[in-house]
T-cell receptor, first 117, second 111 residues
Framework: GAVVSQHPSWVICKSGTSVKIECRSLDFQATTMFWYRQFPKQSLMLMATSNEGSKATYEQGVEKDKFLINHASLTLSTLTVTSAHPEDSSFYIC?????????????FGEGSWLTVV | QKEVEQDPGPLSVPEGAIVSLNCTYSNSAFQYFMWYRQYSRKGPELLMYTYSSGNKEDGRFTAQVDKSSKYISLFIRDSQPSDSATYLCAMPNQAGTALIFGKGTTLSVSS
């Protein structure tokens, strides 16, 4: 099946620094990638949708200047958490779409645990 | 009313039990319905998907959609300890631009 790779799988950073998380579709071209955030025992909350070559669309309440998303190619999207604070500590998950939404066209990465100390 | 509602549980059953997981949704325009399984500290993996109403079976898993009631179910037969995970229902939003997830039900199967 299709594989989406996320890196790093976990990261610890100091408050005030920036962290970049990569999401790659390994065996297909993803026209659209999605970034989710998940707090413990909570569901996945969509943060933003990114299309290759264009600006990301952010969900209401998500600070676009804090969570920078770049979708530079059809196989790579990055999420940069800028000036991270302890409240940004969370599980960040990307997914990639290889076709029209629905059925088995969405594939998820393994997630990245971010801890800000 | 939230677009997708799911009882977070937790749900604890003995090995071999039949498990029923459910979600309700509010938008009658939803057509695709997915169930994802998420193990602790891992990304979700697609378990099953159905289109429109009806049943779909895959091994020990059966997905059921009742569009008239806006109710979807996932049944697990002969549950195993390895089924212990969080199960999330999901469906594309009306614009078809993103997935909307339920809160997830945490299942624990004891041996």
């Amino acid at each position: 099946g299709a594989v989406v790779s996320q890196h790093p799988s976990w990261v610890i950073c100091k408050s005030g620094t920036s962290v970049k998380i990569e999401c790659r579709s390994l065996d297909f071209q993803a026209t659209t990638m999605f970034w989710y955030r998940q707090f413990p025992k909570q569901s996945l909350m969509l943060m933003a949708t990114s299309n290759e070559g264009s600006k990301a669309t952010y969900e209401q309440g998500v600070e676009k200047d804090k969570f920078l998303i770049n979708h530079a190619s059809l196989t790579l999207s990055t999420l940069t958490v800028t000036s991270a604070h302890p409240e940004d500590s969370s599980f960040y998950i990307c997914s990639a779409s290889r076709g029209a939404m629905g059925g088995n066209t969405i594939y998820f990465g393994e997630g990245s645990w971010l801890t800000v100390v | 009313q939230k677009e997708v509602e799911q009882d977070p549980g937790p749900l604890s059953v003995p090995e071999g039990a039949i498990v029923s997981l459910n979600c309700t949704y509010s938008n009658s325009a939803f057509q695709y319905f997915m169930w994802y399984r998420q193990y602790s500290r891992k990304g979700p993996e697609l378990l099953m998907y159905t289109y429109s109403s009806g049943n779909k079976e895959d091994g020990r898993f059966t997905a059921q959609v009742d569009k008239s009631s806006k109710y979807i179910s996932l049944f697990i037969r002969d549950s195993q300890p390895s089924d212990s995970a969080t199960y999330l229902c999901a469906m594309p939003n009306q614009a078809g631009t993103a997935l909307i997830f339920g809160k997830g039900t945490t299942l624990s199967v004891s041996s």
